[in-house]
């Protein structure tokens, strides 16, 4: 299981952290990540990191803004999230499975989304 948290609304220049805690199979050594998607868009990659920390990727749009980290001992995922633009306004979504399963946007697991607003 994915439990993702952190969502909320906040302005723009704001910054904000979502969490992800994987539990049983999801926790097994898989790469986490997030997706996000705005209202009539398709679903679209965010970040991922591999189970060794030395993997990480991220969509050209939160290059330099958003920074995926995770803690193994607790098996959760962090994503800070800063200088958050209108545009960044999507559900959020927690995903595990192998690290190149995620950046190629078919990670097995899923976990419920949380929201973020960005207002201008």
């Known amino acids: 299981q994915l439990q993702a948290s952190g969502g909320g609304l906040v302005q723009a220049g704001d910054s904000l952290r979502l969490s992800c805690a994987a539990s049983g199979r999801t926790s097994s050594q898989s790469a986490l990540g997030w997706f996000r998607q705005a209202p009539g868009k398709e679903r679209e990659f965010v970040s991922a990191?591999?189970?060794?920390?030395?993997?990480?990727q991220y969509a050209d749009s939160v290059k330099g803004r958003f920074t995926i980290s995770r803690d193994n001992a607790k098996n959760t995922a962090t994503l800070q999230m800063t200088s958050l633009k209108p545009e960044d306004t999507a559900v959020y979504y927690c995903?595990?499975?192998?690290?190149?399963?995620?950046?190629?946007?078919?990670?097995?697991?899923w976990g419920q989304g949380t929201q973020v607003t960005v207002s201008s």
């Open positions: 995903a595990a499975g192998p690290y190149f399963e995620l950046t190629r946007g078919r990670p097995p697991y």
């Open positions: 990191i591999g189970w060794s920390d030395a993997l990480t």
